[in-house]
């Protein structure tokens, strides 16, 4: 079953499911779960057994943030009146990819671009649309949706909605689920520039913060309305449901704090002239990704990134280049470190003599372009005497013989480990959100497998990576024979 709702009861028995829930502590819809659960062990059990109690099947503590593994987080998702609503849509999709539960609120506004049939079969939980719904505010449903959550999302979040948030408004179901809860509250504003800049919404954003809502967004792009652009556009879904998955994540252990991380990410551009270049395919999530995990893991990190098209991670601090050799130039800028990641995909040419103006087109046919290799950032920094990182960290990106070919850019490079990955174009990894690695370190024996993680998210496998980092910088160093 999608969803439970409790209709066509004696008011007797309903009153006795609100005061057995109230004692519980939980909803009473998860009351029920609970009745019918022991009705099943209590049938299915042994002549001679008896079901376990309702306390040993779920406990009746409210539900917190970071529950325990299994317990999927639950999300409250208010849909607000604005073009970018669509996108809600996609939300619901990438916050069930991170394991989420969602319940969807749309606004009355809301349900004139999206429809409660269209978000309900997303999210496989029925919709709420009305403050005065018999069905569901028989037991308070309004409060039931504050709090049967561990985070209430809000996108988009109207400049309409942060005001009645701001000035504490209730005259609609959306509005009355946010001054209710006392859970966290994470908004995606979206709307016109002019909007956005407005006096008034400055000031209840301001405010918003301070009353310790958390915002993500707006973004600056093109509007829906013809020729208008600037910042009001809602953050991607992505951007969001990785916001959501992070607030819904307990507080991390600073396993990195005091210790200094640097990392390269993203595709490098070596000119051919002034509009052409030579680059690949990457797009810089993985190494972002490791940026925003170490962050949070407490480190102090330093980004050196290529052209992509990501928000900074927060905590981070950003140096954006070009070309290869500027890059070299902003990772030796940047030693000393603790840890040096190389994942950025840096071209291993440039063109010798780039045009200073675009190269034209000749009857000759096409121009000879001479090409120069480019510096090599992991093994220049992994075969430093002075300043090297206790732990230079190599990716190998291979389209084939991953394994053999990983293992010989390790020796060939110096570095101590290499994450391995198969970016052939059926595995979907360049430009994508999930990776599947392979750990190989230098003190590997020849015939060792390596160290194969499953498919997981770049966020997880960098979260992982991070956990493996920090167990490695606290073991003791190999004192010299």
């Not at 001679?48 to 987080?73: E, F, K, L, M, W």
Request: glycine share 6%; charged share 20%.
């Amino acid at each position: 079953m999608a969803s439970l709702t409790v209709r066509k009861l004696d008011d007797d028995i309903k009153t006795a499911l609100k005061l057995r829930a109230a004692r519980s502590g939980r909803s009473v819809e998860d009351e029920v779960r609970v009745i019918l659960r022991e009705a099943a062990q209590a049938s299915a059990a042994p002549s001679g057994t008896s079901a376990p109690p309702a306390a040993s099947v779920i406990p009746a503590a409210p539900r917190r943030i970071g529950t325990a593994a299994g317990d999927r987080p639950r999300v409250t998702l208010i849909i607000g009146g604005g073009i970018a609503a669509y996108k809600a849509l996609d939300l619901i999709r990438r916050l069930k990819d991170r394991g989420c539960h969602v319940r969807c609120v749309l606004t009355r506004a809301a349900q004139q671009f999206v429809t409660p049939l269209a978000a309900g079969a997303l999210a496989d939980e029925r919709c709420y649309t009305d403050l005065f719904d018999a069905q569901s505010e028989f037991d308070a449903g309004h409060i039931r949706l504050a709090r049967d959550c561990d985070l209430i999302v809000v996108a988009p979040a109207t400049a309409d909605l942060m005001a009645k948030m701001a000035h504490g408004h209730a005259d609609d179901l959306a509005s009355a689920v946010l001054l209710a809860s006392n859970r966290p509250i994470l908004l995606a504003p979206a709307m016109n520039p002019a909007m956005w800049s407005n006096a008034a919404t400055r000031r209840n954003a301001a405010q918003l913060a301070r009353d310790g809502v958390a915002l993500i967004g707006p973004n600056a792009g093109e509007m829906a309305e013809a020729g208008e652009a600037g910042i009001g556009r809602m953050a991607e879904p992505l951007e969001i449901a990785a916001r959501a998955e992070a607030l819904l994540r307990p507080p991390q252990t600073q396993i990195l704090k005091g210790r200094k991380l640097l990392i390269t990410a993203g595709p490098t551009h070596e000119p051919i002239d002034p509009v052409r270049y030579i680059a690949n395919r990457s797009s810089g999530k993985q190494g972002y990704a490791i940026a925003a995990a170490a962050a949070a893991a407490g480190a102090a990190v330093t980004l050196v990134s290529g052209p992509v098209n990501l928000p900074d991670p927060a905590g981070v601090t950003v140096i954006r280049i070009d070309s290869a050799r500027a890059m070299l130039t902003q990772v030796e800028q940047a030693l000393p470190a603790d840890v040096a990641i190389f994942a950025a995909a840096v071209a291993d040419w440039r063109v010798a003599n780039a045009g200073e103006q675009k190269i034209k087109k000749t009857k000759g046919g096409m121009p000879p372009l001479q090409l120069v290799e480019n510096p090599d950032i992991l093994a220049t920094i992994s075969k430093l005497t002075h300043h090297r990182p206790r732990l230079v960290v190599g990716f190998a990106a291979e389209t084939e013989h991953l394994i053999a070919h990983a293992r010989a850019k390790l020796a060939r490079k110096g570095c101590d480990w290499i994450v391995a990955n198969d970016v052939s174009p059926g595995s979907g990894v360049m430009g994508g959100d999930r990776n599947t690695i392979h750990l190989i370190t230098r003190d590997d024996p020849p015939d060792h497998q390596p160290d194969s993680w499953p498919v997981m998210t770049k966020d997880d496998v960098a979260t992982a990576l991070v956990a493996r980092i920090a167990q490695a910088l606290n073991a003791p160093e190999p004192t010299a024979s």
